[in-house]
């Protein structure tokens, strides 16, 4: 067991507690925090007096592991370009455990993220949600698959359009999609049937869609590629997820009635593309107000894992969220649009005891990682 | 006459406390400490000289287009001296305005790192209705490009196709045009725009991001007499004695970028902080668009973070800068100064310390809502 000794807690469900204590239990989970400070015998004690005690970060998208840094095109796993649709690819395949990227994602506070494939098809393929510390993958996966990658507007048009091949227009990639949920939807009657087909690994995991159990996570930056792509989760009564969301606060409101999460980002860049001209770290808060669960990614490796809290601490104060709101941005509210909010995404009794202790609040830029927690483990540390 | 306030100016060397700044038509006329409480036009919690970008492609590569808005490389040939980057910024970059979001006034635009001699950079203004308004000095600096750019982007083609490949080709016109100044014969383009240059009136930036490309760039900077400035040097901490050893110059960062490629995977604030701290004259860029201008105050934060003051990193991004680029004037807030001002609300490196009000020459071009 662990006690940490606040220090600022920000636990960020349920306030800000000042001088409190929390209890890292030896099963991984929040045993207990204490509104005050408590000795517990027995327990290793650590000091955060005058640091601040936050709960791991989510980062909700994410390549990490699958585009490898450093090594260049060689240890690029992220688009399977060989076909626009391409549901059986797993990331779990190609997740590199070693790769730096899980070490600066502890060193940024980050304990727990959503990695998956690139937008170069219509249907990337099956994410994965794990954790960021240990090596191996198995015991560090949450959820597989956690949700199908699949991504409109510009990226699979121009990928297929240099191969002369469809999709090379927005109605293209509505096509392959659609046609893949039907085919799928066949599928599912036939398996239902006296005569089941044979085992199909994509029409498998498109049944999986289809059935609600996993959401298309949905790469679309434009206004008009998000409207399509609920359109066509309404004539599947499938559930989806709003990657990247550029433009998404010009139709705020009917994303707040679709009920579709939104989550924003990659926000510390210059927007690269014509269809992420209107780029803003206001549009996470905008859609907050307008009744949208909203989260702000990295897009690791577009912007470092480490510099999530960076971008939420923009948001905050540049882009009108405030302090809690911003923070609930890559805690909570990602936790929530994973469906794992019972599990990580604050500091409360029973969840996994994923903590880190800043030397300051941890958006100010300044701020260091000093301890991080992973399952109640001390995971990574940074003497100050 | 403008009167501002500021409870902490940096004043491109040093933090004054309770300052009050007079601006006069586009100058700095007055600086006074100790005068918290006098009335202002403006109070803020920060001042600081608008900070300078030192190896920017701003306007060269406008934000939010492909093709279109491209105009950073001429790789058709992978030395081009020739080429002078004020004929190709836009003044409609939306990335202009937001840099002064961010309290970035002035930026040395550069050619890309495609062509191993890259063209001339101009020194720009971060507004202006043109380039020509822009520009403050121009052309002004050559870019110089090793390692793995310059290979990609001609290697399947032509020379260079490998690290020996650049240097030869960088050490190939520089010889010829030297050749060409003693002996003028036929006019040549390309030498023209090198002889400032080889005359020690202009200034080398040689983008070099591992160490052993930054020793080829000092090699050959030295072989050829040139002032010089190292750009990027991610690696600059591996070889730290032979960089003060030469007395180099180097302009580091960004320090915020993805390490998605062999040349930048040793990217680390603490590289940067092993430079600052070392003695060598050493500038911190954002290098837009690889990172946004508009944030560069933020990346400062990461080194006060590993305990860099903030003197010294304000001063990474004004004073330095403005030597480097020889702008008298520029980079500091003293009487005769350029008013070229960033008003913060808090302390500049932390996101909480948003701009407030922006000043080029005395006018207000960034106002927050």
């Not at chain 1, 662990?2 to 469900?13: C, D, E, K, S």
């Not at chain 1, 893949?180 to 036939?190: F, G, I, P, Q, S």
């Not at chain 2, 004043?11 to 004054?16: A, K, L």
């Not at chain 2, 009050?20 to 006074?32: K, M, P």
């Amino acid at each position: 067991m662990v006690i940490i000794h606040g220090g600022t807690i920000l636990t960020v469900t349920d306030g800000i507690i000042e001088g409190g204590s929390i209890l890292l239990g030896d099963d991984g989970r929040i045993a207990e925090v204490f509104a005050s400070h408590t000795e517990v015998p027995g327990a290793t004690v650590v000091d955060a007096a005058d640091k601040y005690v936050v709960p791991g970060f989510v980062d909700a998208h994410t390549h990490l592991g699958i585009c490898n840094l450093e090594v260049g095109e060689i240890g690029e796993d992220e688009n399977e370009m060989t076909n626009p649709a391409t549901p059986a690819c797993r990331a779990i395949d190609a997740v590199y455990t070693w790769d730096s990227g899980f070490a600066d994602a502890l060193a940024g506070g980050v304990t727990t993220v959503f990695t998956g494939p690139g937008s170069g098809n219509v249907i990337g393929g099956q994410s994965i949600t794990m954790k960021t510390a240990g090596s191996d993958i198995e015991k560090m996966v949450l959820q597989d698959p956690a949700g199908l990658k699949t991504a409109s507007g510009e990226n699979p048009k121009r990928v297929y359009k240099g191969k002369n091949q469809l999709p090379s227009t927005r109605m293209g990639t509505a096509k392959v999609l659609r046609e893949a949920l039907l085919k799928a939807r066949d599928y599912k009657e036939r398996r239902a049937g006296a005569e089941p087909p044979a085992t199909d690994l994509e029409m498998e995991v498109l049944c999986k869609v289809l059935d609600g159990e996993i959401p298309l996570r949905m790469h679309s930056h434009r206004a008009d590629d998000m409207i399509t792509m609920i359109r066509i989760r309404d004539e599947f009564g499938i559930r989806m997820v709003i990657e990247h969301g550029t433009d998404s606060a010009r139709i705020r409101d009917d994303l707040s009635k679709a009920g579709v999460a939104v989550i924003t980002g990659p926000l510390l860049d210059v927007s690269p593309k014509v269809e992420t001209a209107s780029s803003s770290f206001a549009t996470p808060h905008l859609l907050h107000e307008a009744g949208v669960l909203t989260a702000i990614m990295t897009d690791h490796p577009v912007i470092p894992i480490e510099s999530l809290r960076l971008e939420a601490a923009i948001a905050a104060y540049e882009g009108g969220a405030g302090e809690q709101e911003a923070l609930e941005f890559i805690t909570i509210n990602p936790a929530t649009i994973l469906g794992l909010e019972q599990r990580i995404g604050s500091i409360a009794k029973g969840k996994d005891a994923d903590v880190v202790i800043w030397s300051g609040h941890p958006f100010k830029a300044s701020s260091i990682a000093e301890k991080t927690f992973v399952n109640g483990r001390l995971v990574s540390e940074v003497k100050a | 006459m403008i009167r501002i306030v500021a409870q902490h100016l940096f004043d491109g060397h040093e933090i004054i406390n309770d300052a009050l700044v007079t601006v006069d038509g586009a100058r700095v006329v007055g600086v006074e400490a100790g005068s918290a409480t006098v009335e202002a036009d403006y109070t803020a919690a920060w001042m600081t000289p608008g900070f300078i970008d030192l190896d920017s492609g701003i306007g060269l590569k406008e934000e939010s287009l492909g093709f279109e808005g491209n105009d950073l490389n001429e790789a058709t040939d992978a030395v081009t001296p020739e080429m002078q980057a004020i004929d190709g910024i836009s003044p409609y970059d939306t990335s202009l305005h937001k840099s002064l979001m961010g309290g970035v006034t002035t930026a040395l635009v550069m050619p890309g790192s495609s062509n191993v001699v890259g063209g001339r950079g101009a020194i720009v203004h971060m507004a202006g209705a043109t380039a020509n308004d822009m520009s403050i000095r121009t052309p002004f600096g050559v870019k110089f490009s090793l390692g793995n750019d310059p290979k990609q982007a001609h290697g399947q083609k032509r020379t260079p196709m490998t690290r020996m490949g650049n240097a030869f080709l960088i050490r190939d016109v520089l010889t010829k045009a030297r050749d060409y100044k003693e002996k003028k014969k036929e006019y040549n383009m390309k030498y023209e725009a090198l002889l400032p240059l080889l005359a020690g009136e202009d200034v080398a930036f040689f983008q070099a991001l591992r160490a052993d490309d930054i020793i080829t760039a000092v090699r050959l900077a030295q072989e050829f007499d040139l002032r010089y400035v190292i750009t990027g040097a991610f690696d600059a901490d591996l070889v730290i004695d032979q960089l003060r050893n030469k007395k180099a110059t180097v302009a580091f960062g960004p320090i915020i970028m993805s390490r998605g490629a062999d040349e930048i995977k040793r990217l680390h604030p603490e590289n940067a902080v092993t430079l600052l701290n070392s003695g060598v004259r050493t500038a911190i860029i954002a290098g837009h668009p690889n990172y946004p201008a508009r944030y560069l105050r933020i990346s400062l934060g990461l080194l006060v973070g590993h305990g860099i003051s903030p003197a010294t990193v304000l001063a990474a991004v004004t004073s330095v800068s403005a030597e480097i680029l020889g702008l008298t004037g520029y980079g500091e807030v003293r009487p005769g100064s350029m008013a070229d001002l960033a008003l913060f609300k808090g302390e500049p490196w932390e996101p909480e310390g948003v701009v407030e009000h922006t000043f080029i020459g005395g006018n207000e071009v960034y106002t927050a809502s």
